[in-house]
């Protein structure tokens, strides 16, 4: 069963803002809300994770609704090095919640 | 040092052949993974290690056989491997705590033929 559900791809246009929108309805109260990217060719990279709080870092900017049941993640300006499958996972606590399991995720692509 | 180091990058081997992938990190993470990716898919997780014991086996057929000989090394012994078990097989590696991010490999690309 999917976790979270992302569109399958979006495009951006370079130097321009980033909005990855990701939907979690059924997140429990322990679950961090983790974002991953995969580069063409690449292991996956983590990019920045959050419970309840907005996070920033120097990569982007984790947005997280008040309900927690979605989540956003905000490149603040697209370079084409940003084009990559941008995974949103939920990781719980203990066991198998613990693990990090990847669901589709969505490819983005930055035009020039 | 923040890198997952995996052998070979690239390995090409028979139905009847013996291989094995290596995993090494020297973050002092003491969780460490093998993921299996198919083309266009997303990483499937396969095995946990935590604390160089074998946490959890996702399902996981014989002919895979995982070894974490110490808390720097990760290997994944094939054997009689099928075609289909062709994909990129990536290693990652954490502090086994909940919010801890995981570092991934560039991953070994596996043809069966």
């Known amino acids: 069963d999917a976790k979270t559900t992302q569109p399958n791809s979006m495009e951006s246009n370079e130097e321009e803002p980033v909005h990855l929108p990701c939907n979690h309805s059924?997140?429990?109260?322990?679950?961090?809300i983790h974002w991953y990217r995969q580069l063409p060719s690449q292991g996956p990279e983590y990019v920045i994770h959050g419970l309840t709080s907005n996070v920033n870092n120097r990569m982007a900017s984790l947005a997280i609704a008040e309900d927690r049941k979605s989540s956003t993640l905000i490149l603040h300006r697209a370079t084409l090095r940003d084009a990559a499958v941008y995974y949103c996972?939920?990781?719980?606590?203990?066991?198998?919640?613990?693990?990090?399991?990847f669901g589709k995720g969505t490819k983005l692509s930055v035009k020039p | 040092d923040t890198e997952v180091t995996q052998t070979p990058k690239h390995l090409v081997m028979g139905m009847t052949n013996k291989k094995s992938l290596k995993c090494e990190q020297h973050?002092?993470?003491?969780?460490m993974y093998w993921y299996k990716q198919k083309a266009k898919k997303p990483p499937e997780l396969m095995f946990v290690y935590s604390y160089e014991k074998l946490s959890i086996n996702e399902s996981v057929p014989s002919r895979f056989s995982p070894e974490c000989p110490n808390s720097s090394l990760l290997n994944l012994h094939l054997h009689a491997l099928q075609p289909e078990d062709s994909a990129l097989y990536l290693c990652?590696?954490?502090?086994?705590?909940?919010?801890?991010?995981?570092?991934f490999g560039s991953g070994t690309q596996l043809s069966v033929l």
């Open positions: 990652a590696s954490s502090h086994p705590l909940r919010d801890e991010k995981l570092f």
């Open positions: 973050m002092g993470h003491r969780a």
């Open positions: 996972i939920l990781k719980g606590y203990g066991g198998s919640q613990g693990n990090l399991i």
């Open positions: 059924t997140i429990s109260g322990t679950d961090y």
